[in-house]
């Protein structure tokens, strides 16, 4: 039998948060609509999608990371700080990097730029971090944005209370605060993180990932497919419309052609314009204003502090990154500190200290400050007609500058982030280091959203393509404004309109009865390909 239906109502392109949106949201407002998610990658995790931190056997663990790491999945990760600061300029666990064509010629590229391929996406290796963007990260022109926020708050799972127990977590906010929230507005003041993570009745932390979003009434819907190890190589356009896509079952290697009225393509901010490059559907913008958010952190030890937790809390769970006597703090975005502060506190201290003078669980912190990018159409994904990356897909180069005005933020940037250490610690770190481009794993606006069909957005703002009806967009690049927070809870928010606006559509197919002659063209014409090689 084979993988793939001949014809569905829904095809999702890629499993991570955002697509997993799409899936979830139609099979709580359509239950039974026939919805199939392709994933490039392999399954990793059980539930299909949950986070690899929740799987409690170190080598299951990182046999599931080098799983996820793509074609060339024996590459070396890195997973020390120390190492990046070495000068290594390699993947962490879980990803791999975009390697040859990450920085053009001349340009400062994203050397770092990275990905995965696997059932749950990036977001069964993220950190979780949920903030809401604030003042000018937010998509002005969407009146809904904060109902949207609200739910994607709910399908994720976000809470600030997964960590109020940590040691000195409270300390770490009091001390910022004192220097930092003096007028600053009640909602941008330092905080704990709003987290996507709970803690399970024994008090084990669960990271959530897609399968949080997918959620079991998803899991339940008869109409609900996901399809492991299936490359999706082409969306099919007719008469202009979605008409499904073209797939190969990297199990066998055989090609198949799925027919559907919606095609929603959620393969993350550097893949999503591949794919539709690779269809033929070439918008002015699209894989244009790329930005990513650049990163300086700084380390250091918590002043004056005694060991509160005790003995037990020196129990630190190996390997998980954050333990649970970890906390993470929130610097949040303002346009005039245009800098998204996150304070982790690690489980120990990534410099040497004296054998007499035993590191406090929570008392080492790390500092980190993401930047918000000066836009710019100039910094952009290009695709080659000639050349095919691993996969057999139009090799990506990545042309991306920072302007001046990013390196003046920067230098503020980096006086900042020393500033705020000071304020709660003592630096273990000479100077604050900026971390090779591209390390945010946070690439936005390559298939931004816009309010009008002006050339300088791809998409409308309930994420359908202007050029190709029927075709949406899902992920980071769909976000058109520079944001400095982390992205994936406004990305799963702008998923929750398309998801919606498809729902909607089907179900008003539904009540007119309308015949869907999409579903009967012939699969020739399905094959022409697309319609805008503009
Ligand atoms: P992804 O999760 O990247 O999923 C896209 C999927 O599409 C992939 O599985 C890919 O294999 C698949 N795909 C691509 N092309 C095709 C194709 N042609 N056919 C079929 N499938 C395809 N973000 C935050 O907001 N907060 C954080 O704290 C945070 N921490 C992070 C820490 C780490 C270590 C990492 C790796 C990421 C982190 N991120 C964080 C980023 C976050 O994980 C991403 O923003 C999020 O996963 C994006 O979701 P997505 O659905 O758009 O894409």
């Given at each position: 039998?084979?993988?793939?239906?001949?014809?569905?109502?829904?095809?999702?392109?890629g499993s991570g948060p955002t697509g997993a949106t799409y899936a979830r949201i139609i099979a709580e407002t359509r239950p039974g609509t026939s919805v199939v998610m392709l994933e490039a990658g392999p399954t990793?995790?059980?539930?299909?999608?949950?986070?690899v931190k929740n799987i409690a056997d170190p080598d299951e663990r990182s046999q599931a990371q080098r799983r996820s790491a793509g074609p060339d999945a024996d590459a070396e990760t890195v997973a020390h700080p120390g190492e990046v600061k070495a000068g290594q300029l390699r993947a962490r666990p879980g990803t791999f990097l975009v390697g040859d064509g990450a920085a053009g010629d001349g340009d400062d590229g994203l050397p770092v730029a990275a990905q995965s391929c696997n059932v749950g996406g990036m977001a069964a290796h993220w950190t979780g971090a949920c903030p809401r963007p604030r003042e000018g990260e937010r998509v002005g022109f969407l009146p809904d944005l904060d109902a949207l926020l609200h739910e994607a708050e709910r399908l994720l799972g976000v809470t600030s209370q997964a960590f109020e127990d940590s040691p000195f977590g409270d300390l770490i906010v009091s001390r910022l605060a004192a220097e930092l929230d003096g007028g600053r507005a009640p909602e941008a003041r330092?905080?704990?993180?709003?987290?996507?993570?709970h803690r399970r009745e024994d008090g084990a932390l669960v990271w959530a990932g897609s399968d949080v979003v997918l959620g079991d009434v998803t899991r339940a819907d008869p109409g609900f497919r996901l399809v492991d190890e299936s490359l999706v190589t082409r969306v099919l356009v007719e008469?202009?419309?979605?008409a499904g896509v073209e797939v190969t079952d990297r199990t066998s290697g055989t090609t198949h052609i799925i027919r559907a009225a919606h095609v929603v393509v959620a393969a993350d901010a550097l893949r999503t314009p591949q794919l539709l490059w690779a269809s033929g559907i070439r918008p002015t913008a699209l894989g244009r204003y790329l930005n990513d958010q650049t990163q300086v952190v700084f380390a250091v030890r918590l002043r004056d502090v005694v060991d509160r937790a005790g003995e037990q809390s020196a129990?630190?769970?190996?390997g998980m990154g954050l333990s649970s006597t970890s906390g993470v703090t929130w610097v949040p975005y303002t346009d005039d500190e245009p800098f998204h502060g996150q304070i982790m506190q690690l489980d120990a201290s990534p410099v040497p200290v004296a054998e007499d003078d035993p590191v406090l669980p929570g008392s080492v912190v790390g500092l980190g400050l993401f930047c918000a990018k000066d836009l710019s159409p100039e910094d952009r994904i290009d695709f080659s007609d000639e050349r095919t990356d691993a996969f057999g897909l139009p090799a990506p180069t990545i042309r991306y500058r920072l302007s001046e005005k990013d390196h003046r933020e920067l230098r503020r940037a980096r006086e900042r982030i020393v500033r705020w250490g000071r304020a709660i610690g003592e630096p273990l770190d000479d100077s604050p280091f900026t971390l090779p481009l591209g390390s945010s794993l946070h690439y936005q606006g390559t298939t931004r959203m816009g309010l009008e069909d002006d050339g300088s957005s791809v998409c409308r703002p309930d994420s359908e393509l202007w050029d190709v009806p029927g075709v949406f967009v899902a992920g980071n690049g769909v976000i058109p404004t520079p944001t400095a927070c982390n992205p994936t809870l406004t990305s799963v928010a702008l998923a929750v309109r398309g998801a919606r606006e498809i729902a909607r559509r089907l179900s008003g197919d539904a009540e007119r009865g309308r015949s869907q002659t999409w579903a009967r063209a012939p699969l020739a014409s399905l094959t022409e390909g697309g319609s805008h090689d503009s």
């Amino acid at each position: 039998m084979s993988r793939y239906p001949e014809e569905t109502d829904v095809v999702i392109v890629g499993s991570g948060p955002t697509g997993a949106t799409y899936a979830r949201i139609i099979a709580e407002t359509r239950p039974g609509t026939s919805v199939v998610m392709l994933e490039a990658g392999p399954t990793v995790s059980a539930p299909p999608g949950a986070h690899v931190k929740n799987i409690a056997d170190p080598d299951e663990r990182s046999q599931a990371q080098r799983r996820s790491a793509g074609p060339d999945a024996d590459a070396e990760t890195v997973a020390h700080p120390g190492e990046v600061k070495a000068g290594q300029l390699r993947a962490r666990p879980g990803t791999f990097l975009v390697g040859d064509g990450a920085a053009g010629d001349g340009d400062d590229g994203l050397p770092v730029a990275a990905q995965s391929c696997n059932v749950g996406g990036m977001a069964a290796h993220w950190t979780g971090a949920c903030p809401r963007p604030r003042e000018g990260e937010r998509v002005g022109f969407l009146p809904d944005l904060d109902a949207l926020l609200h739910e994607a708050e709910r399908l994720l799972g976000v809470t600030s209370q997964a960590f109020e127990d940590s040691p000195f977590g409270d300390l770490i906010v009091s001390r910022l605060a004192a220097e930092l929230d003096g007028g600053r507005a009640p909602e941008a003041r330092v905080g704990p993180m709003p987290l996507a993570v709970h803690r399970r009745e024994d008090g084990a932390l669960v990271w959530a990932g897609s399968d949080v979003v997918l959620g079991d009434v998803t899991r339940a819907d008869p109409g609900f497919r996901l399809v492991d190890e299936s490359l999706v190589t082409r969306v099919l356009v007719e008469d202009g419309q979605a008409a499904g896509v073209e797939v190969t079952d990297r199990t066998s290697g055989t090609t198949h052609i799925i027919r559907a009225a919606h095609v929603v393509v959620a393969a993350d901010a550097l893949r999503t314009p591949q794919l539709l490059w690779a269809s033929g559907i070439r918008p002015t913008a699209l894989g244009r204003y790329l930005n990513d958010q650049t990163q300086v952190v700084f380390a250091v030890r918590l002043r004056d502090v005694v060991d509160r937790a005790g003995e037990q809390s020196a129990q630190a769970e190996p390997g998980m990154g954050l333990s649970s006597t970890s906390g993470v703090t929130w610097v949040p975005y303002t346009d005039d500190e245009p800098f998204h502060g996150q304070i982790m506190q690690l489980d120990a201290s990534p410099v040497p200290v004296a054998e007499d003078d035993p590191v406090l669980p929570g008392s080492v912190v790390g500092l980190g400050l993401f930047c918000a990018k000066d836009l710019s159409p100039e910094d952009r994904i290009d695709f080659s007609d000639e050349r095919t990356d691993a996969f057999g897909l139009p090799a990506p180069t990545i042309r991306y500058r920072l302007s001046e005005k990013d390196h003046r933020e920067l230098r503020r940037a980096r006086e900042r982030i020393v500033r705020w250490g000071r304020a709660i610690g003592e630096p273990l770190d000479d100077s604050p280091f900026t971390l090779p481009l591209g390390s945010s794993l946070h690439y936005q606006g390559t298939t931004r959203m816009g309010l009008e069909d002006d050339g300088s957005s791809v998409c409308r703002p309930d994420s359908e393509l202007w050029d190709v009806p029927g075709v949406f967009v899902a992920g980071n690049g769909v976000i058109p404004t520079p944001t400095a927070c982390n992205p994936t809870l406004t990305s799963v928010a702008l998923a929750v309109r398309g998801a919606r606006e498809i729902a909607r559509r089907l179900s008003g197919d539904a009540e007119r009865g309308r015949s869907q002659t999409w579903a009967r063209a012939p699969l020739a014409s399905l094959t022409e390909g697309g319609s805008h090689d503009s």
